[in-house]
């Protein structure tokens, strides 16, 4: 079946730091790859999205690159900032169905010291 | 846009009562997700809609549980009898369920804490 791995944390960081939560994945087909992000106390938010092989997704200064011939979607930033702490999780969908729904990884937590 | 809602944020109760959550989901959204999340077992989908129909309620971790969608804006997850170990925060997510666009939107969630 589908599934998602991704780096286990926490993942401690210093403020302007490069960043990197590796995310490998296991699927039939061509699936949609995404990054949520979930700060304390609130919901999960999408970060970023990809549909197809090589896209980039990206916003407020992350990115992912859907590596088909790897099966990964690694999460990078270049310069990390306190806000960025949180819980960040990869996931997929496998888009076969008007009723697809979205694996989630476990979950990788991130905190930035200033 | 609104976003998903869900009530009440916070809801505390005593072991073998019944809870009743509430979401509304984004309008246009044709799919409905229930989620909990614990620190012990992460996050874990319990059911999920799809045109008010449930698909998969294979989540769903007793006869305790059950949830509803009668119509397009509005579902209900229920706990009867509520037990400790129930105590987690319950999300509620929608998405429009098209090729292309599957990505979900999240509530702010519901806190349960049964004593």
């Known amino acids: 079946g589908n599934s998602v791995t991704q780096m286990e944390g926490p993942v401690t960081l210093s403020e302007e730091a490069f960043l990197t939560i590796n995310c490998t994945y296991t699927a039939t087909g061509y699936p949609s790859l995404f990054w949520y992000v979930q700060y304390p106390g609130e919901g999960l938010q999408l970060l970023l999205k990809a549909t197809k092989a090589d896209d980039k997704g990206s916003n407020k200064g992350f990115e992912a690159t859907y590596r088909k011939e790897t099966t990964s979607f690694h999460l990078e930033k270049g310069s990390v900032q306190v806000s960025d702490s949180a819980v960040y999780f990869c996931a997929l969908s496998d888009g076969r169905s008007s009723a697809s729904k979205i694996i989630f990884g476990s979950g990788t937590r991130l905190s930035i010291r200033p | 846009d609104a976003g998903v809602i869900q009530s009440p944020r916070h809801e505390v109760t005593e072991m073998g009562q019944e809870v009743t959550l509430r979401c509304k989901p984004i309008?246009?959204?044709?799919?409905l997700f229930w989620y909990r999340q614990t620190m012990m077992r992460g996050l874990e989908l319990l059911i999920y809609?799809?045109?008010?129909?449930?698909?998969?309620d294979s989540g769903m971790p007793e006869d305790r549980f059950s949830a509803k969608m009668p119509n397009a804006s509005f579902s209900t997850l229920k706990i009867q009898p509520s037990e400790p170990r129930d105590s987690a925060v319950y999300f509620c997510a929608s998405s429009r369920g098209k090729v292309g666009s599957y990505e979900q939107y999240f509530g702010p969630g519901t806190r349960l804490t049964v004593t």
């Open positions: 809609f799809n045109n008010n129909v449930p698909i998969d």
């Open positions: 309008s246009g959204h044709n799919s």
